[in-house]
């Protein structure tokens, strides 16, 4: 708020003026009484002040005064008008300025840039020609898309995924995804005939299938390689043997046990940043990559290249559709340490946490029970969890020519 009636007073614009001695008390009493808004009251020597005053506070405060107002001096304007007034002479920068402004007040209406996150064997340009195939792509008018239903359209557009949330924040859309567990085989054809198949020893907990003939209930334990959805569809009551094959399209949903483990000793050695160089930047404008300067080098392989990615935002609040990507050349090397007890099983316990947000991922865990083992060498904690995700791993169906 602070900052809002900052600007404000800018745009309206405001001076700096001294008062002499004898009139700095009345000045000060006028503006009380007529609710002038002055601001960083000063005394200076001979009793006089200087404060900051809005233009409109400045006249009121002159006409008030009336033969006494002579004391009232301005020291300096500040503001937009006084910097119109300065630069009346080229109408240039008040049109670039008035054209700024203006794009930055649009492009808060519009999307400008997508980021991906949790993405492994779907790449980023797939993802973001799904979502322009659902009306979601740079420059689409903010007003204009469904983020609540985004999500579950993806699924439906994206068959290798299982988890797929759409947010946006200001003129940015964050995507994050999970993607589906495939057999080695890789993901069957869209289209293409196909079971789903239990990844897990579990117990079944509830199903969501659209396609394919469901196969288990609530309640049956099933094991891993267990048919859930068959591909291989008759009609119901129909005893001729006529069939038909689809694509098996779901979500089974089970209770089953993991367990992750992790070790940290009170000595090892780390790999540490020794040196940190840039090496490129990089703007990226409306999307779009616009590449300032590179100069890479191959030292070997304890370096590595990192990006910084930062948005530009003007005043504290306005975001604009423009980044800058700098990129460091990261020296490697490597170092003793060693830990206390405490800080072996404090960093444990952060890396058990680590291990179990993964373990669970999408899921939701139900029951974990943790041991630790204590030695000469180090700590080593273990967790035994019970969880409940989708277990559905789909197959193809070969057909035989």
Not at 104 to 118: K, N, Q
Not at 291 to 307: C, L, Q, R, T, V
Not at 331 to 352: I, Q
Request: some cysteine; aromatic content about 8%.
């Amino acid at each position: 708020m602070r900052l809002f009636s900052r600007f404000l007073r800018w745009i309206t614009g405001y001076y700096a003026v001294s008062v002499g001695g004898r009139e700095l008390i009345d000045a000060v009493t006028v503006m009380m009484k007529r609710s002038v808004d002055y601001r960083d009251l000063k005394l200076t020597g001979g009793g006089g002040g200087t404060f900051l005053l809005p233009r409109k506070g400045y006249r009121e405060l002159t006409r008030a005064l009336g033969e006494r107002a002579a004391s009232v001096k301005i020291l300096r304007e500040y503001g937009l008008p006084q910097l119109l007034f300065r630069y009346r002479k080229r109408p240039g920068i008040a049109v670039g300025a008035l054209l700024f402004f203006s794009l930055c007040f649009l492009s808060e209406r519009f999307l400008w840039d997508i980021d991906v996150t949790g993405n492994e064997t779907i790449s980023d340009v797939e993802v973001i020609e799904t979502l322009s195939s659902l009306g979601c792509s740079v420059g689409t008018p903010v007003s204009s898309v469904d983020f609540f239903s985004l999500g579950n359209g993806f699924l439906s557009a994206e068959p290798r995924a299982s988890f797929a949330a759409v947010n946006r924040e200001g003129t940015t859309v964050h995507v994050v995804l999970r993607e589906k567990k495939l057999p080695s085989g890789g993901a069957p054809d869209a289209g293409a005939p196909s079971n789903l198949v239990s990844a897990v020893n579990g117990r079944i907990v509830s199903s969501e299938v659209s396609s394919g003939k469901l196969l288990v209930r609530a309640g049956d334990v099933v094991t891993e390689g267990q048919l859930l959805v068959s591909g291989v569809v008759t009609k119901r009551g129909d005893e001729s043997g006529v069939f038909r094959l689809e694509r098996s399209v779901g979500r089974v949903f089970a209770e089953w046990e993991t367990g992750v483990s992790v070790s940290i000793p009170f000595s090892r050695t780390v790999t540490v940043e020794k040196s940190r160089r840039e090496v490129g930047k990089t703007v990226i404008l409306f999307g779009k990559p616009i590449k300032i300067f590179e100069k890479y080098s191959n030292p070997g392989a304890m370096y590595d290249i990192i990006e910084k990615r930062e948005r530009v935002i003007l005043f504290g609040f306005l975001r604009l559709p423009l980044y800058t990507v700098t990129e460091y050349e990261i020296g490697r090397g490597e170092t003793e340490v060693t830990l206390t007890p405490a800080e072996a099983e404090a960093e444990a316990e952060r890396a058990l946490a680590r291990a179990i947000l993964a373990a669970v991922g999408d899921g939701e865990l139900t029951e974990k029970e943790i041991t630790a083992e204590r030695n000469e060498e180090g700590v080593a904690l273990r967790a035994r969890l019970t969880v409940v995700t989708d277990v559905a791993e789909e197959v193809p169906i070969t057909v035989l020519p």
